[in-house]
């Protein structure tokens, strides 16, 4: 048996990854419930083990070093290991099944929620799971208002009134016709294409308020010219000539190749957002809603 395996446990690797998802000791320790002195230790018995630094402190929190990355890596893969034998032990004795209700904004149902919903369910075979597409307010709203289980979005303001949790990053890109004359741009700012018609997914979007209220920071109104309701249609508007539009990247690179587009990095503070899931309480979350938050946080 290796020195690792020896004298590394589940728990300082749990406690690791909850300090880099929080980039706080004293966070992660208040989230873990557990005192910030006894996560200092373990990490530096982590970091006895493996002979090197794992992470930096500094005045606002804590940074990863390059080795502590790569520990990060294993420690989210032996978790979620660990949590997929747990669901799978638990389907032996009990036998997991039900429905989950989610709500999503666009990004999260086109990028990300197909791939991971398809890994939950080679777990979770016989959980049933129902989706809704919502703007990332609508989103919040309906957490509030309805019977839905979960919530995926940016974000937004009201997020903080409800519990949430880290899920994905995202990038936003611009997306011209192949002959655009930006099309050939290695990255573009707002300024380069404030002046061009805007094909828009809506006034309701967290996207649309973010393009309006930059765009007001320089000065200028958003020209929007038209408005979908569908990443498709806008990808659509977009091949024909009638604008350009700020994508997710994952979302905007199923379309490349089939509508001949190009996309462009956006090179904006504002262009790298993060993705939430969200709900009411997490000791009310039905068992297969639970099970799904958990597989989906520790990958």
């Known amino acids: 048996m290796s020195n690792l395996v020896r004298k590394l446990d589940l728990t300082s690797l749990r406690l ?3 300090v880099c998802q929080e980039r706080n000791i004293a966070r992660a320790a208040e989230r873990e419930a557990i005192a910030p002195s006894a996560v200092s230790r373990r990490i530096a018995e982590i970091e006895s083990v493996v002979g090197q630094p794992l992470i930096h402190r500094e005045s606002r929190g804590i940074s990863v070093t390059p080795i502590g990355e790569a520990v990060l890596r294993h420690a989210r893969e032996v978790l979620a290991d660990i949590e997929r034998l747990e669901a799978e032990l638990s389907q032996y004795a009990t036998g997991a099944k039900g429905t989950i209700r989610i709500v999503g904004n666009m990004s999260s149902i086109v990028q990300f929620l197909p791939e991971d919903i398809a890994a939950f369910k080679r777990v979770f075979p016989d959980v049933d799971i129902h989706i809704d597409e919502q703007t990332s307010s609508q989103v919040l709203r ?32 611009l997306a011209v016709p192949r002959r655009h004359r930006l099309a050939k741009a290695p990255v573009v700012r707002l300024r380069d294409f404030m002046e061009e018609n805007i094909v828009g997914m809506g006034q ?12 007001s920071r320089l ?5 929007v010219k038209i408005s979908v309701s569908s990443l498709d249609a806008l990808c659509r508007m ?21 509508l001949d587009l190009a996309l462009i990095p956006i090179e904006e503070s504002w262009a790298a957002r993060e993705l939430f ?3 009411r309480q997490r000791e009310g979350l039905s068992a297969p809603a639970a099970a799904l938050v958990n597989f989906l946080t520790n990958r």
């Not at 309701?204 to 308020?209: D, I, Q, V």
């Not at 000065?219 to 020209?223: D, E, Q, S, V």
């Open 277 to 279: 899931v969200v709900f």
């Open 238 to 258: 977009v091949h024909v000539g009638l604008g350009v539009a700020v994508v997710p990247q994952h979302s905007g690179e199923l379309y490349v190749d089939t």
């Open 142 to 173: 309906s957490l509030t208002e309805s019977d839905f289980d979960l919530g995926f979005c940016n974000k937004v303001p009201g997020i903080e009134q409800l519990e949430h949790l880290p899920y994905r990053s995202d990038r936003l890109y």
């Open 219 to 223: 000065g200028a109104p958003l020209n």
């Open 16 to 18: 690791f990854v909850a």
């Open 204 to 215: 309701g979007t967290s996207l649309t308020r973010l393009l309006v209220k930059e765009a």
